[in-house]
C-alpha cells in the first residue's frame, strides 16, 4: 500500500537527536482542511526536568543488570545520578550514542551486531539501544495521547498511525537501514514507517514560514526562491538547497551536504581543555569513579553553552570530586599558557569569554566554510535565503557568524528553531511526495562480471566462468552522482544466470564519490550492500531473465523485482547490514 492511499488519522514524528530526541503529531483533517496554516496544526510534548519544561528530552537511556529498559531522558539522568556508585556499576548508561552510526571515513562496518559503549565502557548490541530508545518515544506518545481523551481511534497502530523517523543526510544507507529495522523492532510495521532527512525536514518547516513580504504582509515563499536550510544540530550539521517549484513542491538544487560539527563537539572542546590542565587519565578516572558528579558538570556546561554571554567570565562549576582527585589547578592551568584565561575561585572555573569562545570556534569555521562552498556553487546562483533551524542555531556565536560571513543573505533563524526538524518531518509524512526531486549523493552501482573484451579489460580482471572469459569487479552503474532524479522515477537492470541451475543472483552494491567509476576497487569506491535477485524457476537455463526496478530519488533506495520468464514478482532485496565478502 502506498503512502498516498493510507488512511491515516495522525502522523507521529519521532526526532531522534544526538544530545536531545522529541516528537510532534498532527491530524491528517486538520492537515486537509486547513491549507494555509500547517505549522498551528501541530502538536508537540513536553518533558519536565526539573527546573523549566522542554520540548525535548535528552537521548540518554538508562537499562538494569538484565538489560531491561529502566528510563529514558531526563528521568535516566535523574535516576542515575540518585544511584550509589555500586548501583551505577550494575546498570548502563547510554548518552548521546546516535552519532555512532555516521560513517565519517568510510570504514564503519555496520551490521546488525555492531556493539556501543556505555559511560562506563561496558558493551551492548547498538540494535538493542536504538530499539529501547525508539520503543520509548513511540510508547509515550501513545499513553499520552490515549491519556487526552480526544476521542480519535489510532489503536491499531499500524492502521491508523503514519510514523516517520529522522535521520541527517549525511548518513549513509546502512545507518538509514539500521534506524528503520530497530524502529521495527520497537514495534512500528514498516508499511506504516517513512524516514525523513533532517534537512529536508527543516526545509518543509521552513516552506510554510512567513518570511517573504507583499504589499507590507508576510507571506511564504513564492515559486522560484532558493533557500539554504542550515540544520544546526547536537552531532550533525547538515546543509540542503532547495528551490520552491511552480507546482508548490520543493526540488533540491545541490547535493546534502555537511559534517560532524555540531554542538556536542563544542563540549568535547571544553573537555579538551580539562585534560590539558588536570590530565587525560585524571579525566577517566573522574568519568569511571564519579560518574554522576561527571555527568553533572557537562549538564552544567550544556546550560552555560546555550546562554548568551553578557560578563567578562564563564562560571563553571567544578565537583568537588574532581578537585579531590586533581593537582594544583591553578599551577597547571599556568604551565598550559591559560594563566590569564581560566581561573580557580574555590569550586568554580572561571573562564573569560574569549577563551570559552573559542570552544565554539573550530566547528563554526567549518560550518562557515562549508556553507560558502554551497552558495558559490554552479546549481545555486541565485540563492540568497540562509534558514537557520535545530538546537545549536540558538547559539548566538553561530547566528553572528553566519550573518557577519554572509552579508548579502537574508538570515533567517525562525523561533523554536530546534523544533524545525520535527515539525517539518510531520508535514512530510502527510505528504512524502512535497520533496519532488533530489540530487544524487553518490555514483551508485554493483559489481559485475562482463564479457571480457581484449585491450579493454585488463588482464589483472580476466576470469574463466562456465567455460567463458569474464572481466570481474566492473561497476555496473545505476544511477551518477549529481544527478536530479525524481522521487518516483525508475531504473531498470535486467540480470541473467551464469549458470543454468543457478537459483539465485548476488552482487555486491558500491557507491563511489567520482562520477564515472569503472572498476568496484576504484579509489572511492565502497561496498555498501549486498544485492539479492531470485531465480527459483531454473527451467530456462541461462536465458532467464530478471527485470529489477531502482528508486533512487526516494530518501533511501528501495528496489522491486518482476521475473520476466514467469513474469511474476519477485522479491528482490537490498541489504546494507549483511557483511558479505
Not at 530456462?540 to 523485482?561: D, P, Y
Request: proline share 3%; net charge neutral.
Amino acid at each position: 500500500m502506498s503512502f498516498k492511499t493510507r488512511n491515516h488519522t495522525v502522523v507521529v514524528a519521532i526526532d531522534f537527536g544526538t544530545a536531545y530526541s522529541g516528537y510532534a503529531f498532527s491530524f491528517r483533517s486538520d492537515f486537509l482542511k486547513d491549507k494555509k496554516d500547517h505549522l498551528n496544526r501541530i502538536s508537540t510534548d513536553h518533558w519536565n526536568c526539573g527546573d523549566f519544561v522542554s520540548d525535548k528530552t535528552p537521548t540518554t537511556l538508562l537499562l538494569d543488570k538484565d538489560k531491561k529498559f529502566v528510563s529514558f531522558g531526563y528521568n535516566a539522568e535523574n535516576d542515575y545520578s540518585r544511584m550509589t556508585d555500586e548501583e551505577r556499576k550494575e546498570h548502563y548508561y547510554f548518552r548521546r550514542f546516535k552519532m555512532m552510526l555516521y560513517d565519517k571515513d568510510g570504514k564503519l562496518k555496520l551490521t546488525r551486531h555492531t556493539v556501543i559503549k556505555d559511560i562506563r565502557d561496558k558493551e551492548l548490541p547498538a540494535m538493542d539501544v536504538f530499539t529501547c530508545s525508539i520503543k520509548y518515544l513511540k510508547d509515550e506518545f501513545v499513553e499520552k495521547f490515549q491519556k487526552r481523551n480526544l476521542q480519535v481511534t489510532i489503536l491499531p497502530l499500524d492502521k491508523y498511525v503514519t510514523w516517520v523517523l529522522t535521520v541527517p543526510a549525511i548518513w549513509d544507507e546502512p545507518a538509514k537501514q539500521f534506524m528503520e529495522e530497530a524502529a521495527e523492532r520497537a514495534g512500528i510495521s514498516k508499511e506504516s514507517l517513512l524516514i525523513c532527512l533532517e534537512p529536508e525536514a527543516a526545509a518543509i518547516y521552513c516552506k510554510w514560514l512567513q518570511i517573504e513580504r507583499d504589499n507590507e504582509a508576510l507571506d511564504t515563499m513564492k515559486p522560484g526562491r532558493r533557500f539554504l536550510v542550515l540544520d544546526a544540530g547536537g552531532g550533525t550539521i547538515d546543509m540542503a538547497m532547495q528551490e520552491v517549484r511552480e507546482d508548490g513542491k520543493l526540488q533540491e538544487i545541490n547535493r546534502a551536504q555537511g559534517g560532524d560539527w555540531g554542538g556536542i563537539y563544542v563540549d568535547e572542546e571544553f573537555k579538551q581543555m580539562l585534560e590539558g590542565i588536570v590530565s587525560k587519565p585524571i579525566i577517566e578516572a573522574f568519568r569511571m569513579k564519579y560518574t554522576g558528579d561527571y555527568i553533572e558538570l557537562f549538564r552544567f556546561f550544556e546550560k552555560k553553552k546555550r546562554q548568551r554571554q553578557t560578563g567578562k567570565s564563564v562560571r563553571i562549576q567544578i565537583p568537588q570530586t574532581l578537585l579531590e582527585i586533581s593537582d594544583d589547578i591553578a599551577k597547571r592551568a599556568e604551565e598550559q599558557g591559560l594563566k590569564n584565561e581560566v581561573e580557580l575561585k574555590r569550586d568554580k572555573l572561571q573562564i573569560k569569554v574569549a577563551q570559552f569562545e573559542k570552544f565554539f570556534n573550530k566547528v563554526i569555521d567549518k560550518i562557515v566554510v562549508k556553507v560558502e562552498e554551497m552558495l558559490v556553487s554552479d546549481t545555486t546562483e541565485g540563492t540568497k535565503v540562509i534558514i537557520m533551524v535545530g538546537g545549536f542555531s540558538e547559539s548566538q556565536l553561530l547566528q553572528t557568524r553566519i550573518k557577519n560571513s554572509f552579508p548579502s543573505c537574508t538570515v533567517v533563524i525562525p523561533q523554536a528553531c530546534g523544533l524545525a526538524v520535527v515539525r517539518g518531518a510531520v508535514l512530510y509524512g502527510q505528504d512524502p511526495e512535497i520533496i519532488a526531486a533530489r540530487m544524487v549523493k553518490y555514483t551508485y552501482g554493483v559489481g559485475t562480471n562482463t564479457a571480457f573484451i581484449k585491450n579493454k579489460h585488463p588482464e589483472s580482471k580476466k576470469k574463466l566462468l562456465n567455460g567463458k572469459e569474464y572481466c570481474t569487479d566492473k561497476f555496473d552503474i545505476f544511477v551518477n552522482q549529481g544527478k536530479l532524479i525524481h522521487c518516483n522515477e525508475e531504473i531498470e537492470k535486467t540480470y541473467f544466470p551464469i549458470y543454468e541451475d543457478q537459483t539465485s543472483v548476488g552482487l555486491g552494491v558500491f557507491a563511489s564519490n567520482t562520477v564515472e567509476p569503472q572498476y568496484t576497487d576504484d579509489e572511492g569506491c565502497k561496498k555498501i550492500g549486498y544485492l539479492t535477485v531470485p531465480m527459483p524457476d531454473t527451467s530456462g537455463g541461462t536465458r532467464r531473465r530478471v527485470k529489477a526496478k531502482f528508486k533512487f530519488g526516494a530518501t533511501k533506495i528501495t528496489v522491486e523485482g518482476l521475473d520476466e520468464t514467469s513474469n511474476k514478482s519477485v522479491d528482490v532485496k537490498i541489504d546494507f547490514l549483511e557483511n558479505k565478502p
